[in-house]
């Protein structure tokens, strides 16, 4: 079981990482934004935590996770549901665009 969720864990920081416009791709997909998520998602129940966010991208440190976490949320927006605080696939979505979007004006690529 815990090398399956390694693995889960590398795939996504795989896809992550692939994704991300220091690596030359100009923006993610909707679809690969989904199967995002839905990797990090590990209980499935439509809310990202921190937690599974953080533990989604062990490579980088807690620390630095957690603080990529709440820049995404606080871009996107968290929901809360049955007394669990996160975002769900649009709001992970939202924040990504979000991003996305504030790079380019950094970058002059708008």
């Given at each position: 079981m815990r090398m399956w969720?390694?693995?889960?864990?590398?795939?996504?920081?795989?896809?992550?990482?692939?994704?991300?416009?220091?690596?030359?791709?100009?923006?993610?997909?909707?679809?690969?934004?989904?199967?995002?998520?839905?990797?990090m998602d590990t209980n499935h129940d439509g809310i990202l935590t921190q937690a599974e966010f953080v533990a989604a991208h062990f490579n980088v440190g807690a620390t630095k996770a957690a603080k990529f976490y709440n820049n995404l949320a606080t871009l996107g927006g968290t929901t809360t549901r049955n007394g669990v605080t996160g975002m769900t696939v649009q709001q992970f979505k939202a924040a990504q665009k979000a991003k996305k979007q504030a790079y380019s004006k950094k970058s002059g690529t708008a």
């Amino acid at each position: 079981m815990r090398m399956w969720t390694m693995l889960l864990s590398l795939a996504v920081l795989c896809l992550v990482a692939t994704n991300a416009p220091a690596c030359g791709k100009k923006h993610h997909s909707h679809s690969s934004q989904a199967t995002s998520f839905s990797a990090m998602d590990t209980n499935h129940d439509g809310i990202l935590t921190q937690a599974e966010f953080v533990a989604a991208h062990f490579n980088v440190g807690a620390t630095k996770a957690a603080k990529f976490y709440n820049n995404l949320a606080t871009l996107g927006g968290t929901t809360t549901r049955n007394g669990v605080t996160g975002m769900t696939v649009q709001q992970f979505k939202a924040a990504q665009k979000a991003k996305k979007q504030a790079y380019s004006k950094k970058s002059g690529t708008a």
